[in-house]
């Protein structure tokens, strides 16, 4: 009989791109499973790119908060309830493991609740609101321990390096109009540029400018475009300080999700701070240079088919001249642009997690 599976992953949306090898796991053990999944609107489209997901179901919970009494409000709060509802569930699997998705969107769901345990949750007093709690190491990468946990509530051991199955993106970018009036084709560009990604959701993760600018100028030097994404007005003007000066350094201008992914695929190499843009780019096997200032990198580090280099972590940036070590490395990667695979890095044996129920 063909399961029906609900995944909560709300947010971020380099965590949304962690979960898609969970989603390939259950369709590889799982014959005809159809998988639905629960999505903070701005980061909706993701889910959507794996071909083993059947329905997504938009939630605002962040917009929400701000008027959440008020009538249209309270009118996209019914309709959200109404399409979490619509069908049972064989299982749904929180896996992001907070209070927020586990309250306001597992318990509302119909079906067993399925979430990691006291000991595992990032807020401990989530694991309360599951009816099976299962143990996952939480010191490894946050693609590993999605695998896991999806496999405990599932009954099957992940396998093999994590497939991203983001094949319905390989097509070729349209052509992106720049801020001077000229039209830049990156397909004709191939192997030509580097995708640049110098801001993140918080200020702690940021990297100094002038070192920002000395890794643009290497890549110049290179015969490499640098072309910086920025996703809304403080992004860009950081941006435009970047590249100001480097020659042939360029910011894109704001695309919708899809044309990122594609434009971002047709890059020689990606260099980028913690962030979703940069976290997509390994995903899709490009050679990857993230940089960490403000987050614990064994729980979040680059995965991918290509070169992928973590660098920094917690408390302790990179130096410009480790940026610059993996940036020379990174382009002498002979690595194609991949949309799926994974590195050789592989989940936990079966004896490093157990299930508590």
């Known amino acids: 009989m063909t399961q029906r599976i609900l995944v909560v992953r709300t947010t971020s949306m380099g965590d949304l791109i962690h979960t898609l090898p969970a989603v390939s796991d259950m369709a590889a053990h799982l014959p005809g499973v159809r998988v639905d999944w629960v999505a903070e609107q701005p980061f909706a489209e993701i889910?959507?790119?794996?071909?083993?997901?059947?329905?997504?179901?938009p939630v605002a919970l962040r917009r929400w908060r701000k008027a959440w009494f008020s009538a249209p409000v309270r009118a996209e709060r019914a309709e959200y309830l109404r399409q979490l509802q619509a069908r049972r569930y064989d299982a749904v699997i929180d896996l992001q493991g907070l209070i927020k998705s586990a309250a306001l969107v597992a318990i509302r769901a119909r079906g067993?609740?399925?979430?990691?345990?006291w000991h595992s949750a990032r807020e401990p007093l989530a694991s309360i609101f599951y009816g099976h709690r299962h143990r996952v190491a939480p010191l490894q990468a946050a693609v590993t321990r999605y695998r896991t946990l999806a496999g405990l509530a599932l009954g099957y051991v992940p396998e093999g390096p994590p497939d991203f199955a983001l094949q319905s993106l390989a097509g070729a970018p349209a052509p992106v109009t720049l801020a001077d009036g000229t039209v830049w084709d990156p397909s004709l560009t191939r192997a030509r540029f580097a995708a640049i990604m110098p801001s993140a959701s918080r200020d702690t993760k940021l990297w100094p400018e002038a070192d920002w600018q000395?890794?643009?100028?290497?890549?110049?030097?290179?015969?490499?475009?640098?072309?910086?994404?920025a996703g809304n007005d403080e992004e860009r003007a950081r941006a435009e300080a970047i590249a100001h000066g480097v020659d042939g350094?360029?910011?894109?201008?704001?695309?919708?999700?899809?044309?990122?992914?594609?434009?971002?695929?047709?890059?020689?190499?990606?260099?980028?701070?913690d962030s979703g843009?940069?976290?997509?780019?390994a995903a899709l096997g490009l050679p990857t240079?993230?940089?960490?200032c403000a987050t614990p990198v064994v729980r979040t580090p680059l995965t991918g088919a290509g070169f992928c280099a973590s660098l920094g972590d917690r408390g302790r940036p990179p130096t410009l001249a480790?940026?610059?070590?993996?940036?020379?490395?990174?382009?002498?990667?002979?690595?194609?642009?991949?949309?799926?695979?994974?590195?050789?890095?592989?989940?936990?044996?079966?004896?490093?997690?157990?299930?508590?129920?």
């Not at 889910?47 to 179901?57: F, G, K, N, T």
């Not at 000395?214 to 994404?229: C, D, N, S, T, Y």
């Not at 843009?277 to 780019?281: K, Q, R």
């Open 47 to 57: 889910p959507s790119w794996h071909p083993a997901v059947d329905q997504i179901i």
């Open 112 to 117: 067993p609740r399925h979430g990691l345990d």
């Open 214 to 229: 000395a890794v643009l100028r290497q890549l110049a030097g290179a015969g490499v475009r640098p072309m910086l994404f």
């Open 249 to 273: 350094a360029c910011v894109l201008p704001r695309m919708p999700l899809a044309q990122t992914a594609r434009v971002l695929g047709a890059a020689r190499l990606t260099v980028g701070l």
């Open 277 to 281: 843009i940069t976290h997509l780019s």
């Open 289 to 292: 240079v993230g940089i960490y």
């Open 322 to 357: 480790e940026v610059q070590a993996a940036v020379d490395t990174a382009l002498a990667a002979d690595t194609p642009c991949a949309v799926s695979a994974a590195p050789g890095k592989t989940v936990p044996d079966a004896s490093e997690v157990r299930a508590a129920s």
